[in-house]
């Protein structure tokens, strides 16, 4: 493919992450590309969480190197990460569900009419921006941009996250568990939003447990075991038994079902 010859947007390099004497990220190399998603796999506790802080700069790497565009940065805080495109969204879609929707999305950044004392929010403005964005990602059911952000779907309200960042430039898209609570429905559409940023060309990191999920939009997986990562591998090189035993750290699905069947046996 062309895009080997590229630098990648975001590098890992033998990241170890350590809280005091409690080493929870080992020697951590990954590599995303620009309109490529990476699904990041791994069960309870293997480090997802504090990996992608490290990438957001929320935290900061015990050892190693993150690389963007082939050179070296380093983030200092969560702001610093983001002034360089790197946009993390949360289970929650992480907006604020008592404001609006125009009023959610410009955050920090609201645009304003008039001058010095007399500069006052622009509700239609930041609304008609809003509802064009969420719209041009394909979700057509928001059209009122003074409806609350908590009146929305979970589905919704993920979309609205993702799009908000994209609109305002991230070139890194983080997104942990965005699927988790989500039915099928919603998370088809969540899914479809993710294929939508991933063809605008951002590097999207996609953290789940839901193998189905990572192999409806994955180009590239790696799997975290204890910290480590156990497996990297491609779409198409795996099959979804072999990638759900490997989430279940080397313990097999068959395996989870003698131990159960034992189980029964020893209450029957
Ligand atoms: N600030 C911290 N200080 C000490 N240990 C921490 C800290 N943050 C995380 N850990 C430990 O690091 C390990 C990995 O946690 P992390 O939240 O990254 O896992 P995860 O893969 O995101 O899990 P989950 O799927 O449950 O969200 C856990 O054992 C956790 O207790
Ligand atoms: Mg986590």
Redesign the pocket.
Known sequence: MEMVHTAPVLELQSVDKS?GP?D?LHGISLKVHAGEVLCLL??????????IKTLAGVHQPTRGKILMDGAEVSFATPRDAAERGIATVHQFGGTFPLMSIGRSFFVGVEPTKGWGPFRIFDRKKANDIAVKAVRDFGITRIDDGDRLVGGLSGGERQSLAIARAVHFGARVLILDEPTAALGVKQAAHVLRIINEAKRRGLAVIFIT?QVMHAMAVGDHFAV?IR?AIAADFRRGEKTREEITDLMAGGETMADLEASIDAQERRHA
């Open positions: 809280f409690i929870v791994g069960d309870n506790g293997a480090g997802k969480s504090t990996l447990h975290l910290g």
